[in-house]
C-alpha cells in the first residue's frame, strides 16, 4: 500500500506540472520543447525548415543537407528544480538520406522520502530519458519524409518505466513563394513496463498522442515569417479531470464555448529575421493561456519571446516562457557545424 501512494504522489506531482495540467498520459515530458526557439515557438513547431537541427525533435521531415554535421546543446530551467537538457547530431548519407541522433532529459529535482507517521527517510529523485533516431528522405517536387524512434526511460525513485514512442512526419516547401507546410504524428508507441503492478499485472499508460499540422509563410519582400500549428487535432476537447470532485469525471471545460476551445489548438509565431544569422520571435499559444490564467493577477501566460544570432561559427538562442504564473523559465541552445571545425 505504501509503494502504490509513494508513486502516485510522484506520477501526481511530475506530471500536473507539465503546462500546468493534469495529463491524461504517461511521459509528458516528450511535449515539452527541446531547444531555446521551440520554446520561444510556443512549444512546438513543424514547419519552419531553415536548417535548425532541433526542429527535427518536432517533425523529423525537417531533417535536410542543411542539419548535416550540426550539433546542439540545449538547456532549460523549467520549474523550481526541474531542469531539462538535450543533445541531437545531424548526419547525411548520399543526398537524399539525413538522420537524427538525439537524447532528451528531464531531472524533477530531489524529494523527501517518509514514513506514514511523517518521519524522513531521505530523499529520492524522478528523471525521464528518451533516445532520438530520426530519418528523413528528400523527394522530388519539395518533398521530404521522415520517421523517428524514440525508447524511453523513466524511474521516480525505485519505481522504473520502458516505453518507445514514434514520429511520423511529412513536409512541403516552396522556396520561390515562402510557403512550407508540415503534418507530423507525434508519440505514437506504447509503454512496455509500467511504474507498478496491480494483482500480479503491468499498470500500463497510454502515451501523448498528438497530430500536428503546421504552416509557415516568409513574406517576400519583408524580414518577416508567420507560422500557424495546430496540434491535438485527434482529440477535440482539451479539458482534463478535475481532482477532489464528487463527480469521478467532472470536465473543467464543460462551459467553454466552441470557439475557444478551437483556439486552444492553435499556436500563432511571428518571426523578425533581419540577417539569415540573426532572428526575434513571439508566439501566442492559447491553451496555456487558458489554463493559466489565474483571477486577479496579470500574467504574460500564453506568450514566448526568443532571439537567437550566429557570432562566428556558434549559433546562440535564447528564450523567455512563463510557465507558471509570477515566475519565468528560460531555456539556452548552443549550436555549431562541425564542418566549419573541419570535422567531415
Known amino acids: 500500500m505504501k509503494q502504490k501512494i509513494v508513486i502516485l504522489f510522484i506520477l501526481a506531482t511530475c506530471h500536473s506540472a507539465l503546462f500546468g495540467q493534469a495529463g491524461r498520459d504517461t511521459y509528458q515530458f516528450l511535449n515539452l520543447p527541446s531547444s531555446a526557439r521551440l520554446a520561444a515557438f510556443g512549444g512546438s513547431n513543424i514547419s519552419v525548415n531553415d536548417g535548425d537541427l532541433n526542429m ?157 499540422l503546421g504552416i509557415s509563410e516568409r513574406f517576400k519582400h519583408a524580414p518577416i ?8 487535432m485527434q482529440r477535440w476537447n482539451l479539458g482534463y479531470e478535475r481532482a477532489g470532485t464528487v463527480l469521478a469525471a467532472e470536465n473543467t471545460t464543460a462551459d467553454v464555448k466552441w470557439y475557444d476551445m478551437m483556439f486552444r489548438h492553435t499556436i500563432w509565431t511571428i518571426e523578425i529575421l533581419p540577417t539569415k544569422n540573426m532572428y526575434l520571435s513571439v508566439s501566442y499559444n492559447h491553451r496555456r493561456r487558458a489554463e493559466m490564467a489565474a483571477k486577479d493577477w496579470k500574467t504574460a501566460a500564453g506568450f514566448a519571446f526568443g532571439a537567437g544570432i550566429k557570432i562566428k561559427m556558434v549559433n546562440i538562442g535564447f528564450s523567455l516562457v512563463p510557465y507558471q504564473v509570477g515566475n519565468l523559465s528560460y531555456h539556452a541552445t548552443v549550436g555549431v557545424n562541425m564542418s566549419e571545425f573541419g570535422v567531415k
Open 225 to 232: 515569417r508567420l507560422s500557424l500549428t495546430i496540434h491535438n
Open 56 to 212: 527535427a525533435f518536432q517533425n523529423p521531415a525537417l531533417l535536410s543537407a542543411k542539419t548535416y554535421n550540426q550539433l546542439t546543446f540545449n538547456y532549460m530551467y523549467y520549474i523550481q528544480d526541474i531542469n531539462l537538457a538535450s543533445v541531437a547530431y545531424g548526419r547525411s548519407f548520399g543526398e537524399h538520406n539525413h538522420m537524427l541522433f538525439g537524447i532528451q532529459y528531464i531531472d524533477y529535482g530531489k524529494f523527501l522520502e517518509t514514513s506514514e507517521t511523517d518521519q524522513i527517510l531521505g530523499t529520492f529523485t524522478a528523471k525521464d530519458f528518451a533516445l532520438s533516431i530520426g530519418y528523413a528522405r528528400t523527394l522530388p517536387l519539395g518533398f521530404t519524409v521522415g520517421a523517428t524512434c524514440k525508447p524511453i526511460y523513466s524511474v521516480y525513485e525505485r519505481y522504473h518505466s520502458f516505453g518507445v514512442a514514434f514520429d511520423i512526419g511529412a513536409h512541403y516547401q516552396n522556396d520561390s513563394i515562402g510557403l512550407s507546410i508540415g503534418l507530423t504524428l507525434r508519440n505514437a508507441g506504447w509503454q512496455f513496463k509500467g511504474y507498478y503492478s496491480i494483482d500480479g499485472k503491468q499498470h500500463r499508460e497510454t502515451l501523448p498522442l498528438d497530430l500536428e
